[in-house]
């Protein structure tokens, strides 16, 4: 980053392609540039490529660089860069990054804001893996791994064994277990009194991801009437190590991305009693029928205090405007939600950030 002034920032990109005839920047959203040669690079010499940009100063994206190797015009100029027409190449260069996207692929990750303890990534240099475990759960339950800050830990200095713990429930774990260090997030943001000692739940999607997320019944019901009421009843763990939830709905918090956003709504739909607030970034919504989620929510909300938080990208066309509609309407029943447009696309590269500042928010106020 060479400056910042205000909303913008100056952010410079430089690659290694000492083959190549044509480079650009491939950003998360970024997809159809204009003019179409926005995103290239220019040649700097010494197969160097180099390109600045003014960017907003709440930029956070998951990035790569295409080459082109051939004479003649690069194919992204009217294929576009979702799917540019050449190979993506990581930026090895930059140690933020992650394999959570579709199709697993290695990208590094640019983000202007300083997320702090938040920032995404997995443990760094010196700092203790966080001790994760996993829930007994039967065959036909999904695979769901859990930590919990213990007495000792940093920020625990005073922590009683056992006294409950706030407790979160996050779906895609294996994304944000395995490729996005969200449990050494939430120990870092812990450690630096951020967040206060909290247990999280990590539900993995498996290979029915659209079956399974983003409906009424699949995991949202599991969520609902399965795994938090027996959370709240037996805690994680057991013995000596077991580690107590609150049975408090405002402290009990359900977050998701994309159709894990609306596993999150219906979650809460089905269990306010249980489940008292949600955070739901990129939420797709155009899954159903415009307003079909405010009837079940406000129904919710206006038998149980609820808390909805809904998050959306920039550069995500539509998705913006559906999650502000969707509050305004909650919102005019008396529904306490918000909504909040981040300058991003369909990324975790600032899903995984914002969720935890969203975290630290709600367990911060007072319903």
Sequence with gaps: MLARDGDTALVRFRHAARAARAVALQANGWWRPEPR?????????????????????????????VEHLEDGEP????????????????????PRRHRA???????????????GPFALGTTRDGEPSPLLHTLDTTAQEPLTRWWASRPGDPGCEDLDPS????????????QHVDQLGTPAGLRRGVASGALPPLAAVFVESGPRREEVLGVPGGQARWIAETLVPRLQEHGLGDGRTRVAVVEDAARTIVAGSSFGALTALFALARAPQRIGAAIAQSTSLWRYAPGALAGPLGRAGGEHPVRLRLHAGRFEETMAQQAHDLVETL???GIDASSAVHSGGHDWAWWQPTMLHELASLLAERP
């Design 163 to 174: 006294a409950p713990l706030p407790l979160l429930v996050v779906t895609d774990g294996l």
């Design 101 to 115: 996207g579709r199709g697993g692929a290695l990208r590094a990750v640019v983000s202007v804001p300083d997320d």
């Design 331 to 333: 919102r005019a029943d």
């Design 37 to 65: 040669e926005a995103c290239d690079l220019l040649p700097t010499g010494d197969g160097w490529w180099e390109g600045t940009f003014e960017v907003p100063a709440d930029w956070r994206a998951t990035y790569g660089y």
């Design 75 to 94: 194919p992204w100029w009217e294929a576009g860069l979702k799917s540019p027409g050449a190979a993506v190449v990581s930026d090895l260069s930059n």
